[in-house]
């Protein structure tokens, strides 16, 4: 089983509209979680932290189930900007590496 | 100039040539990360240096070289690549404060590289 695993699409979604993707991981001891996106020939930048309790910043909004393991992005109200790679990435205690997972990819359509 | 930022942007090399990457932040950052993206790959940790110091060097075969030579700019010294080392080198970097590496981690825009 992939340390991080993500379904890499590509998800086609009509402007306006809602999408969320899941991402999983296999270690039960990781402790931080990220979600960073990545637009066509750029660098990653981090989009947002996955709290424990959830997080919402704007029309994204984060999740975290420690039971199954898995975090998931949602994005509302989605726009042509919104398009990109999202990147999962999951970080274990103390000095341990972020493990990245391939990557969701978005195309949001007019 | 802030963030991280690399040269060069695009390297095409043969296999029996010698090149560097370089890469410098001008965040205030404590560590810097060489990545390595390959196509439908997930990004790979290849080295972590902290206060110029190499913590993690993650198996990465003898061809890539890295260098930092103070907390600010690091290399990658290539030489005898292969056709599949091809791919988008990223440079990052992010404070450490003891053993922890903190997150965000901010990323160069890359080098992509084509070993022919």
């Known amino acids: 089983r992939k340390e991080v695993e993500q379904d890499p699409g590509p998800f086609n979604v009509p402007e306006g509209a809602t999408v969320a993707f899941n991402c999983t991981y296999s270690?039960?001891?990781?402790?931080?979680f990220f979600w960073y996106r990545q637009d066509c020939r750029k660098e990653p930048k981090l989009l947002m932290s996955?709290?424990?309790s959830g997080n919402e910043d704007g029309r994204f909004t984060a999740q975290l189930n420690r039971a199954s393991q898995y975090i998931s992005l949602l994005i509302r109200d989605s726009k042509l900007s919104d398009s990109a790679t999202y990147l999962c990435?999951?970080?274990?205690?103390?000095?341990?590496?972020?493990?990245f997972g391939t990557g969701t990819r978005l195309t949001i359509i007019p | 100039e802030t963030g991280v930022t690399q040269t060069p942007r695009h390297l095409v090399m043969g296999m029996t040539n010698k090149k560097s990457l370089k890469c410098e932040q001008h965040l205030g950052h404590n560590a810097m990360y060489w990545y390595k993206q390959s196509a439908k790959k997930p990004l790979e940790l290849m080295f972590v240096?902290?206060?110029?110091?190499?913590?993690e060097n993650n198996s990465v075969p003898s061809r890539f070289s890295p260098e930092c030579p103070n907390s600010s700019h690091l290399f990658l010294h290539l030489h005898t690549l292969q056709p599949e080392d091809s791919a988008l080198y990223l440079c990052?970097?992010?404070?450490?404060?003891?053993?922890?590496?903190?997150?965000?981690?901010?990323f160069g825009n890359g080098t992509r590289l084509t070993v022919t």
């Open positions: 240096y902290s206060l110029e110091e190499r913590v």
């Open positions: 990435v999951v970080k274990g205690l103390g000095n341990e590496k972020l493990t």
């Open positions: 990052a970097s992010s404070h450490r404060t003891g053993d922890t590496y903190n997150s965000p981690l901010h």
């Open positions: 270690n039960s001891a990781s402790q931080s």
């Open positions: 996955v709290y424990s």
